[in-house]
């Protein structure tokens, strides 16, 4: 056990409790971030909590239109499913628009499983997608 250097008191090092210097504060309110952004976990609740989000924008839309296909005109159903919605502009290259009702069609499964083959293989699709490309400036 040793002295401190500035007031003489026992000290386990250099400087007592006192004199001993002290690590900043961090400027965070916790110490430690319980779910950091780059794990898994957080990534996986991210993806859910957009899916989720999502489907609530279908069911506003389901709610508010008939439930035909734009293309053929076929009888949906009275159940919604995600695969009858279909984003005219794809919500990865265009993340503006994938919240706009005007960008969301309605479309049978072998209709919608086409249309991503081959996204002009429609004409209705096709002037749609003009339409929101103005809206849009792109």
């Not at 993806?47 to 293309?71: D, G, N, T, V």
Request: with cysteine.
């Amino acid at each position: 056990m040793g002295k401190c250097k500035i007031c003489g008191k026992n000290a386990d090092s250099e400087y007592c409790f006192k004199h001993k210097k002290q690590k900043p504060l961090k400027k965070t309110m916790y110490p430690y971030n319980p779910m950091p952004l780059n794990t898994n976990a957080a990534k996986a609740f991210d993806k859910a909590l957009k899916r989720q989000i999502m489907w609530e924008f279908f069911l506003e839309i389901w709610m508010k239109r008939p439930h035909f296909s734009i293309i053929s005109g076929a009888y949906l159903g009275d159940e919604p499913l995600s695969l009858f919605f279909h984003h005219v502009l794809p919500k990865n290259k265009y993340p503006e628009a994938q919240y706009d009702e005007e960008n969301i069609v309605l479309l049978t499964s072998d209709e919608h499983v086409n249309i991503e083959s081959d996204m002009y293989k429609d004409g209705k699709i096709n002037k749609k997608r003009e339409l929101l490309k103005t809206k849009y400036k792109l």
